[in-house]
């Protein structure tokens, strides 16, 4: 953890008489910050370290305001897609503009660079001195003044393919993390490749025409078009996409990848989705500034929903229990956008050692396992895989969240080339190609988080090896395969072409509600659970069809009966459900009041 510093409050009537004079500079002795003549807003300011280190050392710094004031989004769960967009972007911008003009303003007349960002309601300031951030603190309510955080990516060595010549109309070889995922088998289930869903792209930017993802790509037709593409690194000319790293190419393919039967290779899990990319890094160094300006454009692209995306992939992360982006990635989920991280190639050190943001709760953790399906460590959680727990907190879910293919991945790479590279990156987009192809069959689950969670976890394949991190739940899930390996068929035949189902669980005896239940549905090997609300209430987005069995269990009643339901396609059917109290309790059951 690092150390952080708490500026003391001085009296506010002393800063009456004070608060025309120079104010003094912060300044650190025996490692401990000490504040003479500081605003009254300074009172329980956090300040790290690494800044007042710079600023007595150098004597200026960049650093990073957090304002106190963040923005209460919780309504936008409630929101249809298009009013939700607009509510977020609006929210978030008006309270950032509201909170920092006064900060602004003191900046400006100090004369210094900043930059203003929404997502997270933060402003970068270059090159900054302590009278600044004095300034600063004095003129609004800052909660946190942080140190740039600067990621550097796993550099992936990329190993050329070279395809050979193939019979006409016919590709060579469908990478194994394709099939490995279930994908083709969705294809042919469902007759769906991901139409109609936007997937985004945090990374080193795309070679935007290579074959592989042309197609693909929201704005063929207008390349450098501000609703498909962002470069705040300015590394790219023309205004036109690029990639000067390869990595984004790679982790674009798996998502998307053409399935033109023209080309040698089949690598994308959602062929008929598009894409659009932001370019957080520059080379394989990814900076604060530049993912910042990537998490606001995903913001304002929330104007327009047929722009906003559904699912970001974020094949990049830092050292664990940082919690620099969480304010941005739960700004995302508010506005409906999938989370989705690489959880990190430090699995080599051991346990805990989960990236950050992947080791946030809002963020889905995706872990990478092996090829090799003819011998004995056929999905065997790859070396480098980085395992859980996390050190965030309470966690809802285990992280990693998933197992998904990681090692040996075939993808596009520039300039319009093939290769293999190996990486929880490469393990990322395979879960984010795969929400784009429930999304395509199941509309309703578009910008519900947990259900897009819960329903991934729940028609995992179980992990076959146990790992060596522990599990929080008797083995349903571990430390290092989390709930287990992707199955993008399952979850398909989970959820695709719904309806919902929906109602109470009740105290047979009484007609209370019974908070807590466990209700589970099962079609065949596609089993899904839910559990009641302080309501007693349940609700779950089921595939239409008949043969549903429900039931529901609560410690102290008897299970209920095992009942079959009807979901049908676009309705919402009701069930409540009665269950019998023991005899003898000698515990008061979770009812409601």
């Not at 978030?92 to 900043?114: F, N």
């Not at 500034?289 to 094949?315: F, G, I, K, Y």
Request: aromatic letters at 10%; charged letters at 15%; one cysteine or more.
């Amino acid at each position: 953890m690092q150390n952080i510093y708490r500026l003391k409050q001085a009296r506010r009537w002393l800063m009456a008489v004070l608060s025309g004079l120079l104010l003094v500079a912060l300044l650190t002795v025996g490692g401990t910050a000490l504040a003479q003549d500081l605003p009254p807003n300074s009172a329980g300011v956090a300040v790290q370290s690494e800044v007042l280190q710079t600023l007595q050392e150098e004597g200026s710094a960049d650093f990073i305001l957090v304002m106190s004031e963040q923005a209460d989004l919780s309504a936008a769960y409630q929101m249809d897609w298009e009013t939700r967009g607009w509510y977020v972007y609006n929210t978030l911008k008006e309270t950032a503009e509201r909170s920092q003009a006064p900060v602004i303003a003191a900046l400006e007349a100090a004369g210094v660079r900043y930059q203003s960002f929404i997502a997270g309601n933060e402003i970068y300031v270059y090159d900054g001195s302590r009278a600044v951030l004095n300034r600063a603190l004095w003129a609004g309510e800052i909660q946190e003044v942080r140190a740039p955080v600067e990621i550097t990516l796993a550099a992936p060595r990329f190993e050329l393919v070279q395809p050979g010549p193939a019979p006409q109309n016919q590709i060579q070889a469908t990478a194994w993390g394709i099939s490995d995922t279930g994908a083709p088998d969705f294809w042919a289930q469902f007759g769906l490749r991901g139409e109609g869903v936007r997937v985004a792209s945090i990374d080193t930017g795309a070679q935007w025409d290579h074959p592989a993802l042309r197609e693909a790509y929201a704005c063929k037709d207008n390349p450098s078009s501000s609703i498909c593409w962002r470069d705040p690194t300015g590394v790219c000319t023309g205004g036109v996409p690029c990639d000067d790293h390869g990595h984004g190419t790679h982790t674009i393919g798996t998502m998307v990848g053409s399935d033109n039967p023209a080309l040698p290779y089949q690598v994308g899990m959602a062929p008929g989705a598009q894409w659009i990319a932001c370019k957080g890094c520059a080379g394989n160094t990814c900076s604060y500034v530049h993912l910042a300006a990537c998490a606001d454009w995903l913001v304002e692209l929330a104007t327009d929903p047929a722009n906003r995306p559904q699912v970001v992939n974020n094949s990049w992360g830092g050292p664990g229990g940082n919690l620099w982006f969480s304010i941005k990635v739960n700004n995302w989920r508010a506005a409906g956008i999938l989370p989705v991280f690489a959880a990190g190639n430090t699995g080599q050190q051991g346990c805990s050692t989960l990236n950050s943001p992947a080791d946030y709760p809002g963020s889905f953790a995706v872990a990478a396992h092996d090829p090799y399906p003819n011998s004995p460590s056929f999905r065997q959680i790859a070396a480098f895989s980085s395992r859980g727990p996390s050190t965030i907190g309470s966690q809802p879910y285990t992280k990693p969240n998933l197992s998904a293919p990681g090692d040996n991945i075939l993808s596009s790479v520039p300039t319009n080339a093939w290769a293999y590279a190996s990486g929880t990156s490469m393990a990322a987009p395979h879960v984010a190609g795969a929400a784009a192809l429930l999304y395509a069959c199941a509309p309703a689950l578009r910008g519900n988080m947990t259900a897009t969670f819960e329903l991934l976890q729940q028609t995992a394949d179980p992990p076959v090896f146990s790992g060596s991190c522990g599990t929080p739940d008797g083995g349903l899930s571990n430390y290092t395969y989390g709930y287990g390996y992707l199955n993008v068929l399952r979850a398909g035949q989970a959820v695709c072409f719904p309806g919902t189902l929906r109602g109470q669980v009740l105290d047979g005896e009484t007609n209370l509600p019974i908070r807590g239940a466990k209700v589970v549905f099962q079609a065949g090997d596609v089993r899904r659970d839910v559990i009641t609300d302080s309501n007693g209430n349940y609700e779950i987005l089921l595939a239409s069809q008949k043969g549903w069995s429900v039931s529901a269990s609560f410690p102290g009643y008897y299970s209920s009966p095992t009942v079959q339901q009807t979901v049908n396609l676009n309705q919402t059917t009701t069930y409540n459900i009665l269950l019998t109290p023991f005899p003898y309790r000698s515990f008061l059951p979770m009812i409601g009041k």
